[in-house]
């Protein structure tokens, strides 16, 4: 038996994703995979339609968010695999961000169209109105042919020194982890080492994160250094932690195919073995 092609990181349109659920579910049968996990920033809305979509066919799905957090002045991703959706905690905070993404979003646009010709309105047509984010004014600036790519958006006008740039609100780290772990998920830091020596996180932190419930490192993930990525294998060993692997797929959004990076089925199993929420679903 070959080994399962394992995937635990992917976006629909419900966040910034370009395939709808079902797409992105479709997207993954036809890659081959076992098992993919839908991990929709801060929102929890895909998972029924990607459940659906996968009926009949084999497909694993794994249930997840990845939830936007602060340290200090940086934006820290932490996937949470398997809670129950319907915990007071998660629901009240990822509506928090999600509320907070919606006014800064419009903050930003308003602007940028001091120096371009683009409306809050050419946004709301980019975006699943779910879960909205710098990537929905990156297509709208496409759309408006002011820029060709989201890439090329997130390089020039989207960039944070490029003076449009404004935070969104978010939990810190540490609070995150908890909310993940406390509405029984796994939470995993996701790609923590895209900056080389300026890594998302300290060894001090991860100790404190450790201590709030952390499961795992996503270690494999195309914008990790390799430096970076040496330091997370030390570190898993360090505090016994799950290492995963997986895209960030986008669909056509970004670059990232889907399985360009996996996770072993060992980890996958230890993974859910911490959680409490929601099973895995395969029928
Ligand atoms: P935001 O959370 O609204 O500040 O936007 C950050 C999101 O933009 C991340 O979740 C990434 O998925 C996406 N992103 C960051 N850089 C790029 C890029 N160069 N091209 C496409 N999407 C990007
Ligand atoms: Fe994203
Ligand atoms: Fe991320
Ligand atoms: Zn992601």
Redesign the pocket.
């Known amino acids: 038996m070959p080994r399962p092609t394992i995937d635990l990181h992917s976006?629909s349109s419900v966040s910034?994703g370009t395939e709808t659920p079902t797409q992105l579910v479709r997207a993954a049968i036809a890659a081959g995979l076992d098992t993919l996990a839908i991990t929709d920033?801060d929102s929890t809305a895909g998972w029924d339609e990607a459940v659906a979509a996968a009926a009949g066919s084999g497909l694993q799905i794994i249930r997840g968010m990845e939830l936007?957090t602060r340290y200090e002045w940086r934006?820290v991703?932490v996937l949470g695999y398997l809670f129950d959706p319907h915990d007071a905690d998660l629901v009240a905070e990822t509506g928090r961000i999600r509320d907070d993404?919606l006014t800064r979003?419009e903050r930003m646009v308003s602007r940028i169209s001091e120096d371009y010709d683009v409306t809050w309105d050419d946004v709301l047509a980019q975006s699943g109105g779910v879960s909205i984010?710098?990537?929905h004014i990156?297509d709208a600036l496409v759309a408006r042919g002011i820029v060709r790519t989201?890439?090329e958006a997130?390089?020039s006008i989207l960039h944070f020194r490029a003076g449009y740039y404004l935070p969104?609100a978010a939990p810190t780290v540490l609070d995150g982890v908890r909310i993940i772990a406390s509405a029984g998920g796994a939470p995993v830091i996701a790609h923590p080492a895209t900056r080389g020596r300026d890594a998302v996180i300290d060894e001090g932190m991860l100790e404190q994160l450790v201590d709030a419930g952390l499961v795992g490192l996503e270690v494999d993930h195309r914008e990790n250094t390799s430096e970076g990525r040496a330091t997370l294998r030390e570190w898993a060993r360090r505090y016994d932690l799950v290492m995963t692997g997986s895209s960030?797929y986008?669909g056509d959004?970004?670059p990232n195919r889907l399985a360009e990076n996996t996770t072993d089925p060992e980890s996958l199993e230890a993974i859910v073995a911490c959680t409490r929420g929601v099973a895995p679903v395969r029928a």
């Open positions: 976006h910034d920033h936007s934006s991703h993404r979003a984010g710098r990537p990156a989201r890439s997130f390089e969104h960030d986008h959004g970004k």
